[in-house]
């Protein structure tokens, strides 16, 4: 049975874009023509051409009845349910006779046709709910040929009008080699709690403030609690694979004494020099604890093994043996390599993610930092009693901000216009954020347009290309602006759960990354 508030969230109406209000007078424009490197225009011959389409209103367009598939794409993110209910909502507002068909266990239900018919009372059960659980996740990839015509097949037999992807880069850059075969719409939507997939035209990814959030409340739990014991250094490691950018927002929010973003790429001496040094000063103003945060990516960023990984990377894609692998290291890296805690040097050498690559996400960034910090110290005659955490899971299914559950309608609801609109090879990208729901702007982008070539398992591949922190953003300067005041300051800021009901401050706050712009 649902806690009293889950089913007090059912209740709650988003607020959406008055352009969104009445599907029946909206419509899409296109733009001026994208340019597209040559390379990226070879892959995508049907469209490569697709433009930029922004939306406007004009007289009363007539209804046609869709059939509309949809699936989730790789690890949850709160709102992806809100994106059903405005997807729904949107089309049976555009013809009643709709249908919406949720495939199950994301992609692979596609290749499979393992689908449910999406009811009325099935989208009343997950409004404003957290997780994926209505029809599932995988993070299945869908690249041979066999693949891609099983994928046909379903369209075929579900008499499919448009395939709504909700995922993050590598999903959406499925959606773009999609669209190429299927002769339906193909629209994506941006999710990933990480933050990264961004661009001029998509401020944030959705699940990222919700995350944010989640994750900001523990950290100020525990600021609270290590400020008073006064006894412990606290590391903890944040979600993002391949960005900052968590890190940076759950600084902003919570303050705490030290915060490494990987975007700087500083070298692990002196991060480990910066961390000793700041233990050693506390402990001069007689303060024997803290709160130290790191990205989940951060081990990319060091420069020194963000060339032994790559390294490690093109060898193993090889499939030498990994002692092979080892031998043909220079020395200089053969020396890094077995100067790391033994547990990290096996998980360079065999845990692989589905790419060929190191499973970065399973490297204990924390304890590894931890332990040379210890030596460092230990040249001090310093003794710490320190503690590790890692905070994932714990903000990718909770129940979506405001901020979410508003933003996710809307892009469920402008996915339904896209699919009448007969759109394809477009992400769809809602700006001004920061700003009421009714003010957003929206268009649609070819996803072509955010791609590069990017090594994966030894081979170069057009990906959707990973939004890093900009070391210019108003966001991060606020950040080296007062970073140095946290250092020996207890500055600690506890923003609490997230809040549903009460005053728009407290309730509506968009995440300071776009706030700050």
Avoid at 60 to 65: H, L, V, Y
Wanted: hydrophobic share 40%.
């Amino acid at each position: 049975m649902d806690s009293p508030l889950q089913q007090a969230r059912l209740a709650y109406k988003p607020q959406v874009p008055a352009i969104l209000e009445n599907l029946s007078e909206a419509i899409l424009v296109p733009n001026a023509p994208t340019g597209l490197e040559e390379a990226i225009v070879k892959l995508f011959p049907k469209t490569h051409s697709v433009r930029k389409l922004s939306i406007q209103k004009e007289g009363t367009q007539p209804g046609r009845k869709l059939t509309v598939g949809v699936f989730f794409s790789g690890g949850p993110a709160a709102g992806g349910h809100n994106v059903l209910s405005g997807l729904f909502d949107g089309i049976k507002q555009i013809h009643p006779d709709s249908n919406l068909i949720g495939f199950l266990d994301g992609p692979k239900g596609l290749i499979e046709n393992k689908r449910k018919i999406l009811e009325k009372s099935d989208i009343d059960a997950v409004r404003n709910q957290g997780g994926f659980d209505l029809i599932g996740s995988s993070r299945v990839k869908i690249e041979s040929k066999e693949q891609f015509e099983a994928a046909a097949k379903t369209v075929r037999e579900n008499s499919l009008d448009a395939l709504v992807v909700i995922g993050g880069d590598d999903s959406n850059t499925n959606a773009a080699f999609l669209a190429e075969v299927l002769p339906i719409s193909v629209i994506g939507v941006p999710k990933t709690i990480d933050g990264d997939l961004r661009s001029q035209e998509i401020e944030i990814s959705f699940g990222f403030d919700s995350a944010c959030k989640t994750y900001a409340e523990m950290i100020g739990n525990i600021e609270k609690d290590t400020l008073s014991t006064k006894k412990y250094y606290h590391f903890i490691k944040l979600m993002g694979r391949s960005a900052s950018h968590i890190a940076l927002e759950c600084a902003l929010l919570t303050q705490p004494n030290l915060t490494l973003i990987g975007e700087e790429k500083q070298p692990l001496t002196k991060i480990v020099a910066e961390i000793v040094d700041l233990i050693v000063q506390r402990k001069k103003t007689g303060k024997e604890y803290g709160v130290i945060l790191l990205p989940e990516g951060l081990i990319e960023f060091i420069p020194e093994i963000r060339d032994l990984i790559s390294l490690l990377n093109q060898l193993l894609a090889k499939e030498p043996k990994p002692e092979e692998a080892i031998s043909q290291l220079n020395e200089e890296n053969r020396t890094l390599f077995f100067s790391l805690p033994e547990k990290i040097q096996k998980q360079l050498l065999f845990e692989r993610d589905p790419h060929g690559n190191i499973q970065v996400s399973k490297i204990e960034t924390e304890k590894f930092l931890l332990e040379l910090v210890e030596r460092g110290l230990k040249e001090k005659n310093i003794k710490i009693n320190a503690a590790v955490h890692f905070f994932g899971y714990e903000g990718r299914s909770c129940l979506p901000s405001n901020f979410d559950a508003n933003y996710c309608y809307a892009l469920g609801l402008f996915a339904a216009l896209a699919a009448r609109e007969k759109a394809t090879g477009v992400i769809l990208a809602i700006k001004n954020l920061s700003l009421p729901p009714q003010e957003w702007d929206l268009a649609a982008i070819p996803i072509s347009s955010l791609m590069h070539f990017e090594m994966r398992s030894g081979k170069e591949k057009a990906v959707i290309a990973k939004a890093l922190v900009d070391l210019q953003s108003p966001s991060f300067l606020r950040f080296l602006r007062d970073r140095a005041d946290w250092k020996l300051e207890d500055s600690y800021r506890m923003p609490g759960p997230i809040q549903f009901f009460g005053a728009l401050d407290l309730t509506d706050t968009a995440p300071l990354a776009i706030s700050w712009r």
